[in-house]
């Protein structure tokens, strides 16, 4: 009989209990058990196993558990999370393989971010039970799709933050450089800029210098600040893969601009409070197709593959007509094009900031 298992791996996001949900009701649906799988492959490799369908009535149909029913609104992973180093060896992953043998496993999804999908391909490649990767990262740094789980609702919660800050600081006429996650990728910065209506974006897909950042931010402020312009506000997004810290950008600044000035600049790093709260709709809709179509891939067979919101003909069709299946291997090169600059996808969003930089900063 087929059954199927589901970890959350990486930092955590908002979408991932919708995922989790929405595999164990379309397997359900379909007749097939799951068991969740605790804290990530360290539970994986620990045999924390635990069921999350039931059987009920007189035919013994199979049902999501009472705990399954509720998560899917909540934020976080109810299924725990963690980096495994352990995961990394051949050994480690050897240990997880006898474990999904314990468990009768025929099918196993991974939702989680690039290195979630990297630790899928190498299990993939040593056991012949079917593998299938769903993604979740706030920072939208995986390669092959659109959004990965936890993106709308990350920028969600950045967006109502600078509303906030942009009250107190139109009412005190200050410059607030607000600091968002993201790493080594910019999108948050970006996309959260212009919905904000930001004077200005700091990414790190830039390239720029220390002391260009650090230019770049005073003439942004002195600009925006001009008596020609009337502006009570100046509002800069900054991703966290800036080198050089939010407190020590604005000492720079403020140094740089002096007291004769009298222009006030603070700074805010949200950090993970963009990681946490309850998944938008778009999230919880996103995770419920990824996961259809993630459980259907993994009972035919397949294995090796992440689901992906994307029109292009790479990939695989699937029964969405905006989901596909990518072989994982291509996600992970294509992840690695786009933190290293040279993808597609990410110098047409550098020159896609160029082009309105200017418009940022009116």
């Not at 397997?27 to 045999?47: F, K, Q």
């Not at 919660?157 to 410059?175: L, N, Q, V, W």
């Not at 919905?195 to 700091?202: N, Q, R, Y």
């Not at 299946?325 to 990410?346: H, N, R, Y």
Request: aromatic share 4%; hydrophobic share 40%; with cysteine.
């Amino acid at each position: 009989m087929p059954a199927l298992a589901v970890l959350t791996s990486g930092g955590d996001a908002p979408g991932m209990n919708a995922a989790i949900r929405a595999v164990t009701k379309v397997a359900a649906s379909r007749g097939v058990p799951v068991w969740g799988v605790e804290m990530g492959y360290d539970g994986l490799i620990d045999g924390e196993f635990h069921p999350l369908t039931r059987q009920v009535g007189r035919n013994g149909l199979l049902t999501p558990t009472l705990e399954v029913e509720a998560m899917g609104s909540l934020g976080g992973t109810a299924l725990g999370s963690s980096r495994c180093s352990r995961f990394y060896s051949r050994e480690g992953r050897a240990q997880a393989i006898v474990q999904l043998e314990k468990y009768s496993i025929t099918g196993m999804l991974v939702i989680g971010g690039n290195g979630s999908m990297a630790g899928a391909h190498a299990l993939a490649g040593e056991t012949t039970i079917p593998i299938i990767g769903i993604p979740a990262s706030i920072d939208n740094d995986i390669g092959l799709t659109r959004e990965a789980l936890g993106v709308d609702s990350a920028l969600n919660t950045i967006i109502e933050a600078c509303d906030k800050i942009t009250d107190t600081a139109r009412s005190h006429h200050r410059a607030f450089i607000v600091e968002v996650m993201g790493r080594h990728s910019g999108y948050l910065a970006m996309a959260s800029a212009v919905a904000a209506a930001a004077d200005g974006v700091l990414m790190p897909e830039q390239q720029r210098s220390r002391d260009e950042v650090i230019d770049a931010v005073y003439d942004c402020i002195v600009g925006s600040f001009d008596v020609t312009r009337d502006k009570t506000r100046v509002l800069i997004i900054k991703s966290e893969g800036i080198p050089i810290p939010t407190h020590e950008l604005v000492q720079e600044v403020t140094t740089r601009l002096g007291p004769s000035t009298n222009i006030e600049v603070r700074g805010t790093v949200l950090g993970h409070l963009v990681r946490g709260g309850n998944p938008s709709f778009r999230d919880r809709l996103l995770a419920g197709r990824f996961g259809l179509v993630a459980v259907d891939a993994a009972l035919q067979g397949r294995t090796d593959l992440m689901t992906g919101w994307n029109l292009t003909d790479r990939g695989e069709a699937t029964s969405d007509s905006w989901i596909r299946l990518f072989s994982i291997g291509d996600v992970l090169d294509e992840t690695k094009s786009l933190l290293d600059g040279t993808s597609a996808v990410t110098i047409d969003r550098v020159h896609r900031m160029e082009a309105i930089q200017g418009v940022l900063s009116l």
